[in-house]
DNA sequence: CGTCTTTGACCCGCGC
DNA sequence: GCGCGGGTCAAAGACG
């Protein structure tokens, strides 16, 4: 009997908050541990024992964690967003002091201004910019406008990211179909030369190797790797050694991951799409990409002339845009060597190289994106080599023209 | 047994 | 149309 009064007791405290309609009208979408806990209940009709409020417990900590997925989510897009947006602005500040900034800028201003705060993805932008270099002005410019707005009034009205994704993926196939007529979109590459001693960079990312191929002129096979984090992500990357030097390991990025990236991968990401989305910015609308013979850069920059040690290259052929940073040139910054390094262990490989500096161990990541976005010398050295491209492709003015799109680099970040 | 790498075959775009 | 070269596929083997 006493037994009978406790458990009686325990279950009378246990059963408010975990009542069978409660739980229900919590989730507007009963899982199906409540359900069977519903079931039990009135079922039997008899107080439910100890399993079943062990099993709502259950359910109360997996909605728990999904909440508080949920919420670590939002504030690391916030964090990239922040950083992004930084970097913006200091990109802004560049424009505003450079000859480029005339009055045609403040329209792109103003626009920017409008669409203040959105958060757009930089696939949204990189997506823009594989197509956008075979659309047409007058589409591109609609295009921008529409998925700005739309983020906006996603945020506005908190739709679900996943519908935004439908929408923007709609938006895309029908950029893509109205525009099949005149060429076919091209994709983007980042490409990164570092010193390395190992057959591949750690750059935190998980890859399938799928591919290996000896190219014509160059001994050392190139190996093509797929992005095997999520599922069926477009990334893929080429790997190879450079013929002239090997220890020189040229990795070559392509596509838009569309899966979180862990925040070893962020940075990188994070720096490449941004220095893309500048050279994007610039070489957006060329009409001249389309005349010019494959192979040949339309333009290179070397940067050697405003820092000794910091090289960035541009390049547009009739295949894809592709901008190549060279990490190797000898510099306190910038050389780089690999090592194998225990207490540095990266994700994608045990053996995986880790960057030494004279001062401290860093991941590729961390060099890379010191390399773009903290060096101001690679920084203004892109930006020349930004409005020199832009003033090369038909007088088109990337300040004027291009809708300011900040580099949100949010939680989907992007590696071209 | 599942996952990853290797490697030859195949596909496709491009130049001639 | 043909050949070449780059990129991808997929079967087989290796590995943990």
Redesign the pocket.
Known sequence: MEEKSSLKSLLKDEERPYDCNTTRNRTDEPSMGSTLLCLSLNNSGQPFNQMGILRMKLEEAKKENEILKAMLTQVNEHCTVLQNRILFEMQQHQLSSSPCNNNNNHDSQGEMQDVEKPMLHTRQFLNIGDCSSSLSEGYKENFVKKMLGRSLACEKNNVVEGEMKKKIALDEAKCREDQASEV?CRRAKVSIRARSDFSMMGDGC?????????????PCP?????C?MGTACPV?K?VQRCFKDETVLITTY?GSHNHPLPPAARGLASSTSAALNMFLCGSISSSVATTT???SPLFSSSLSSISPTALATFSHN??CPTVTLDLTHPNSNNYLHFQTHPLFPLPL?AHSPTLLTPDKNLTLVDVVSEAITKDPSLKAALFSAISSLSKSNSGYDPCSKMPAIPPHQPYTTELT
């Open positions: 076919t998980q890859w399938r190797k799928y591919g290996q191929k000896t190219a014509k002129g160059n190139r190996a093509y790797y797929r095997s893929r080429q392509e013979p494959p192979n009739a295949t490989h």
